[in-house]
């Protein structure tokens, strides 16, 4: 039977088609920038960031967001509510890791996008290693009155993949920041990218399973693409990096799909880099596209979300 999470018409549990249920009107995500750095870059936890992150787009000094956060906030606001006619939002602190600093600063923005009264919560972009306790009380604290999704970047659940690519963090690292938020009121997002060298569709698919066994309320899961000036660019170059086809990644995605809880909402499901920077894959499709491109698969199918998963439960089969 299919669950009353999932759209009728997309196959999945759209995150937007939740956050609609929950909030009752259209919600948008608003990015904005933080003025975070990463440990990943600056020798805390590494050095030289994960193989695909975008170079250009980060300045080894600039850990201060030259625009206030209010501006920020009220311009993309204004973006969505013209385009979209969404009413209201969710600010999302999204570029490196957002949990990076000291938790006075981390309490007075967020308190500051929360103050907005159209509002209703937070996103956190965040890496599993980087979250302190008092970062995590913060959080605990916010989500006892507002909306807190967390976003933690798993990326692989192979640690041999996830030393390759130099994320500086492992499986391990990665459950225990999932059991020291889970339980605290604030719903915790993975990020997942599928086609890293040395990856099979089925070590992808698997990954389905781990989620499956977790508190993960949402997911955001992306093709691994290589953008300009990243040492993913070099590779691919130089071969060691062949990008999966369109045709394999929906695929892989759909089999993953179908071993996913439904209540495990969707927040991504692919990626895409402007022009101007994009190396590879290029698989000339527009972001809806790329969208329908998963769910007409679904469709064709006959397929949704979970449907090779045991009744209503969280135990995963034949894989
Ligand atoms: S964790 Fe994010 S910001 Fe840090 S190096 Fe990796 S991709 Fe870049």
């Not at 030289?48 to 170079?55: A, E, F, L, S, T």
């Not at 990218?193 to 990856?199: L, M, Y």
């Amino acid at each position: 039977m299919i669950s009353t999470s999932i759209h009728p018409d997309l196959h999945i549990n759209s995150y937007g088609s939740y956050l609609r249920r929950r909030f009752g009107c259209r919600i948008s995500k608003v990015n904005v920038d933080g003025g975070f750095t990463c440990p990943n870059r600056d020798g805390v936890r590494g050095t030289g960031g994960c193989i695909y992150c975008d170079n250009s787009s980060f300045s080894p000094g600039g850990t201060v967001a030259a625009i206030p956060v209010e501006i920020q906030m009220a311009e993309g606001m204004a973006y969505h509510r013209k385009r979209l006619g969404s009413e209201k939002f969710i600010i999302y602190f999204q570029k490196f890791t957002n949990t990076y600093g000291p938790v006075e600063k981390l309490h007075d923005l967020y308190s500051r996008a929360l103050a907005h009264p159209d509002v209703v919560g937070i996103s956190i972009g965040t890496r599993p290693d980087a979250l302190s306790d008092p970062a995590i009380d913060l959080l605990t604290d916010l989500a006892r009155t507002s909306y807190v999704c967390l976003e933690l970047g798993l990326q692989s659940m192979d640690d041999s993949i996830l030393t390759q690519i130099n994320r500086g963090h492992t499986l391990a690292d990665y459950l225990q920041a999932v059991e020291r938020v889970s339980g605290r009121g604030m719903d915790i997002c993975t990020h997942l990218i599928h086609g890293f060298p040395g990856e099979s569709s089925a070590d992808f698919i698997r990954t389905a399973q781990l989620i499956s066994s977790l508190p993960v309320n949402s997911l955001k899961i992306h093709q691994l693409h290589a953008v300009k000036d990243t040492r993913l660019a070099e590779w691919y170059y130089d071969g060691r990096f062949v990008p999966l086809t369109h045709q394999q990644y929906v695929a892989d995605l759909c089999d993953f799909l179908e071993l996913t809880p439904p209540s495990v909402t969707i927040q991504r499901l692919y990626g895409s880099a402007p022009l101007a920077i994009r190396v590879a894959p290029t698989w000339g499709l527009k972001n809806n596209q790329m969208w329908y491109s998963v769910v007409n698969e679904l469709k064709r199918r006959g397929t949704w979300q979970g449907c090779r998963l045991a009744e209503g439960g969280r135990n995963v089969s034949n894989l």
